[in-house]
């Protein structure tokens, strides 16, 4: 009983889990690609919504002159101010998710690469412990108690 519990163990140690340990790094390697690939794709639409569209060529239309209430020369906290809006303008456009945008009445741009979870995670104690064979190798363990029992309790000839 012993030899086939070491037995067991042993091919455990040495064929089990080094499966495991491969498929859990394929799997890493996986979501890793998956997410540099997702934020390049974000970088790349960031970046092509702050491109300024091509100018259209000149016609013949008047322009009117409008007065307006700039002042003509800035301080260097007006500057500061506004330089720090818009900044702020674009970090709260890049950050909309689908759900704030729909709230908000707007839509967002065509080829947005929203990541989406599909799998439960694997961070749990049942996870980690492999709940299974800490299980199995209870009942082994209540096996051999009752058998050391039954065998102490045997009569002796």
């Given at each position: 009983m012993i030899f086939l519990s070491l037995l067991c163990l042993a091919v455990a140690a040495l064929k089990i889990v080094p499966q495991q340990n491969a498929a859990k790094e394929a799997t890493r390697m996986a979501l890793e690609t998956?997410?540099?690939?997702?934020?390049?794709?974000?970088?790349?639409?960031?970046?092509?919504?702050l491109w300024t569209p091509t100018p259209l060529p000149a016609t013949s239309t008047p322009v009117v002159a409008m007065a307006t209430d700039t002042p003509a020369q800035w301080s260097a906290a007006q500057i500061q101010t506004a330089t720090v809006a818009a900044l702020n303008t674009q970090v709260a456009l890049a950050q909309r998710t689908p759900t704030s945008a729909a709230m908000a009445g707007t839509a967002?741009?065509?080829g947005t690469v929203w990541a989406a979870g599909?799998?439960?995670?694997?961070?749990?104690?049942?996870?980690?412990a492999n709940l299974p064979t800490l299980i199995i190798v209870a009942a082994m363990l209540i096996a051999v108690i009752l058998l050391v029992r039954r065998l102490r309790l045997a009569p002796t000839r």
């Open positions: 998956q997410n540099a690939e997702v934020a390049l794709a974000l970088t790349a639409t960031q970046e092509a919504s967002l741009a065509m599909t799998a439960l995670p694997q961070s749990g104690f049942a996870d980690e």
